[in-house]
């Protein structure tokens, strides 16, 4: 279970990876056999890019390689470094809970409005389910990134070999 909670975003990358290049396989198979294009692919694809983006900005902050721009930070004393650190943390954070809820309201609005996808005619709330936990989770992970910066695990020291 330990390892699920922690390589989650990447099982739902690979996932996604994985359904979406069967989808295209498909499609090149179908059009390439009838001459037809497999029409919901497009459609398919369009949003396993976005829901494969948000999980893997969730990898990226895990592991500490958002995008960030830290060369003034690298240039500070580190008692202004560490304040420049928590405020680029706290605006992450706010940007990214703002990111969850719109997404959260537009998930809302596609269910009360009843819309549906152009190419299958699902619900289009299918595709947009996954993106409010996703902005959630890229939030979770970053605080998980922010802590282990702030206080960087302890290392034991090396025992030394007997002679």
């Given at each position: 279970m330990r390892?699920?909670?922690?390589?989650?975003?990447?099982?739902?990358?690979?996932?996604?990876?994985?359904g979406m290049t069967l989808?295209?396989?498909?499609?090149?198979?179908?059009?390439?056999?009838?001459?037809?294009?497999?029409?919901?692919?497009?459609?398919?694809?369009t949003n396993g890019f976005l829901l494969l983006t948000v999980f893997g900005a969730a990898i990226a902050a895990r592991r500490g390689q958002h995008l960030a721009v830290t060369i003034v930070q690298n240039f500070l004393p580190r008692p202004a470094a560490r304040v420049v650190f928590v405020l680029s943390v706290i605006l992450s954070v706010m940007l990214l809970a703002a990111s969850a809820w719109f997404?959260?309201?537009?998930?809302?609005?596609?269910?009360?409005?009843?819309?549906?996808?152009?190419?299958?005619?699902?619900?289009?709330?299918w595709y947009q389910i996954g993106l409010p936990?996703?902005?959630?989770?890229i939030i979770i992970r970053y605080l998980q990134h922010a802590a282990e910066t702030w206080h960087p695990p302890r290392q034991e020291p090396q025992a030394t070999p007997s002679v």
């Open positions: 390892f699920l909670l922690q390589e989650f975003e990447k099982i739902v990358c690979a996932l996604l990876f994985l989808i295209g396989f498909i499609n090149v198979v179908v059009r390439y056999a009838t001459h037809y294009s497999f029409a919901a692919s497009e459609e398919l694809l997404s959260w309201a537009t998930l809302m609005n596609q269910i009360d409005s009843g819309i549906r996808s152009y190419a299958l005619g699902v619900p289009a709330w936990f996703g902005f959630a989770l």
